[in-house]
């Protein structure tokens, strides 16, 4: 209604792949649609954002559906949300409630390619958990020595990491990602180029879970790192948000 007018641009969006689901045009709806938790709607309430933004729109409902996805949406349009709404959602109930469907170990990771940018992203869940008691660990030295000790370590909920943090872990420690569901790669541009790429494969291949999700998202995706992508997803979806409507 004409209270609610657009808080950010409104972008031209195109979603491909088989069996897009309709986008969501008001955070409601994922609670109408997916019974997405009253705790993340009042969360979202206290960021006074009033309506999605169109890769929001678009990609909450198809990380819902457990889809795998490329996202391609300009910067400042709202990524991380579109990535930390669904996966807190998939979630559900924190590890150390012990709910027989959570398994042991942690069950999502989201990799940037910067300490600073994993950081911020850390930042942005703990605001969208407030109110629950799920572990989200900004992965550093300091964290990765703690989680050798197992009960720290299978409380986990998510975990927050450059892909080099991780790697190290993986062969330092006895960190295990077999119970990993979610696979965000943030600014997978970086993500999926030469530099981070065999580092991001080692971490795909120790996510041995069956049906894991994988997303990646990005302001642009060059041709040869859209390959890459797409050959490591899963019959994904493809959404891009254009700059302007035209
Ligand atoms: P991107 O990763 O696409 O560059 P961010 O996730 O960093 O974008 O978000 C950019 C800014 O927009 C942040 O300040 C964020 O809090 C804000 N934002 C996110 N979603 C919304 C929304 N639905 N309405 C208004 N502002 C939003
Ligand atoms: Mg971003």
Redesign the pocket.
């Known amino acids: 209604d004409a209270d609610d007018g657009p808080?950010?641009p409104r972008h031209k969006v195109t979603a491909k792949g088989l069996n897009v689901p309709p986008p969501a045009e008001k955070?409601e709806d994922l609670k109408t649609r997916y019974d997405l938790s009253s705790l993340i709607l009042t969360n979202?309430g206290e960021?006074?954002?009033?309506?999605?933004?169109g890769?929001?729109a678009h990609g909450i409902p198809i990380l819902l559906e457990s889809r795998d996805l490329a996202a391609i949406?300009?910067?400042?349009?709202?990524?991380?949300?579109?990535y930390l709404i669904p996966v807190m959602a998939a979630l559900g109930a924190p590890i150390a409630s012990a709910n027989s469907q959570n398994g042991t170990g942690v069950r999502a990771i989201i990799l940037a390619p910067t300490r600073e940018l994993a950081h911020?992203i850390h930042n942005?869940c703990l605001k969208l958990a407030q109110g629950r008691k799920w572990r989200i660990v900004l992965f550093s030295k300091a964290t990765a020595a703690t989680l050798a000790d197992k009960s720290v370590r299978d409380k986990v909920d998510i975990i927050i990491s450059t892909p080099l943090r991780l790697v190290m872990s993986l062969q330092s420690s006895k960190l295990e990602l077999n119970n990993v569901r979610h696979l965000i790669l943030?600014?997978a541009d970086r993500m999926l180029d030469s530099e981070f790429l065999p580092q991001v494969e080692e971490i795909v291949a120790a996510c041995s879970r069956e049906g894991l999700q994988k997303a990646v998202?990005s302001?642009t995706l060059p041709a040869g790192v859209e390959r890459v992508a797409m050959g490591m997803l899963n019959n994904p979806i493809r959404v891009v948000v254009g700059l302007k409507d035209t």
Do not use: H, N, V, W
């Open positions: 808080p950010m955070f979202l960021y006074g954002y009033t309506r999605p933004t890769i929001q949406s300009p910067t400042g349009t709202g990524k991380t949300l579109s911020q942005e943030d600014e998202f302001a």
